[in-house]
């Protein structure tokens, strides 16, 4: 069986020396559009979404959800923040680390696309965070008697569709074995999931699920703005990659080699890109099939048919329509710009 795609989840909370304050207002500005700029050169590498926890919590004010391919990024970028003069007045309160994966219990009437094996954040408006951690005895339990359990949980869960959970995995990678974050556009239908999940017979099984944070999606510059002193004097200072005709800058035209496939980022989105014949395309990274990356597939320079490298499905990479088994729902494709040797997507 092929390995299913893995990504690296962090969840960063800082914390703002309250001295940040006392600066004038214009260094205060200077400092903002200087971490924007920082963190804007990230933004074709990992998934990145800024949260606020100012009036939730006293011991963290930002929170920022990081997903990558790999562990150098999110060093790199953490790296860079620091490096800015905003980033000297900013400490670590709490850091989550894991990965995503399949859960090991079955649910077969869950669809595919509920079972979040790709991290995707949605455009909720709230975000509930917790490390979380199981008993022994949990473990020591069969496995088909924890998975009348988890069918417990799945119940629960389905009376409140209008909150979504991301699981991430931390075994071996931090010092909790999950963390959860629950997204949702009203704090009243997360606090009725959590006092019924706190009756069901798992949760005897819960060592540890403290502290909980409650963070609010903003912009970054929102973010910003919403620790206080001088704020955005303009839109035009919004640290945000797309631009006004909707296309990104995701990557340099050298950074592609023929026929060999690219992942990049587009937003919450992870997008493949190729050039054929000195044609570039960009499509969705996971297969409609079995969720594999298509960057790593194959492609037919006569043809422009891409291969999945899992089952042998093939897309065309025009239209992103499938051409054979067991692939049968499009991929979806992206408009290509390429300016100044840099390539545009939208």
């Not at 009348?148 to 909790?176: A, C, W």
């Not at 704020?231 to 800058?249: I, K, N, S, V, W």
């Not at 690219?262 to 570039?280: E, H, M, P």
């Not at 409609?288 to 597939?297: D, I, K, M, N, Y």
Request: net charge negative; hydrophobic share 40%; glycine share 6%.
């Amino acid at each position: 069986m092929p390995q299913e795609p893995r990504q690296f989840v962090r969840f960063l909370l800082l914390k703002l020396n309250p001295s940040w304050r006392r600066l004038p207002a214009t260094e205060q500005i200077a400092q903002k559009q200087e971490l924007g700029k920082a963190i804007r050169q990230f933004h074709a590498r990992l998934l990145f979404r800024s949260y606020s926890l100012v009036g939730t919590r006293g011991d963290a004010d930002l929170m920022f959800w990081q997903v990558t391919d790999d562990l150098e990024t999110i060093q790199a970028l953490q790296t860079v923040i620091f490096s800015t003069r905003l980033g000297s007045y900013l400490s670590i309160a709490h850091s989550y680390l894991g990965m995503n994966r399949r859960s090991i219990y079955q649910f077969p009437d869950v669809p595919e696309i509920d079972r979040h094996i790709e991290i995707k954040p949605q455009d909720s408006r709230y975000l509930f965070l917790y490390p979380f951690v199981k008993t022994r005895e949990w473990y020591a339990l069969p496995l088909e008697r924890r998975q009348q359990m988890m069918d417990e949980h799945v119940r629960i869960g389905r009376k409140h569709p209008e909150v979504r959970l991301n699981t991430i995995y931390s075994f071996g990678l931090d010092d909790q074995e999950f963390v959860l974050a629950f997204e949702t556009d009203d704090p009243a239908d997360f606090l009725g999931l959590v006092m019924e999940l706190r009756e069901s017979e798992a949760s005897r099984y819960t060592l540890r699920d403290t502290p909980i944070f409650s963070c609010l999606q903003m912009s970054l510059w929102e973010a910003l703005d919403a620790l206080g002193a001088a704020g955005a004097p303009a839109m035009e200072t919004e640290p945000t990659a797309r631009r006004a005709d909707g296309l990104t800058d995701v990557a340099a035209v050298g950074d592609l080699t023929n026929g060999a496939g690219k992942r990049v980022y587009l937003g919450a989105d992870a997008i493949a890109l190729f050039t054929v014949r000195g044609r570039i395309y960009a499509v969705s990274d996971r297969c409609t099939h079995g969720r594999a990356s298509l960057s790593e597939g194959v492609v037919d320079p006569d043809s422009c048919i891409l291969q999945c490298p899992w089952h042998g499905g093939r897309f065309d990479l025009t239209t992103g329509q499938p051409v054979t088994a067991p692939a049968r729902v499009p991929i979806q494709t992206f408009r290509v710009t390429v300016e100044e040797g840099r390539i545009l997507v939208g």
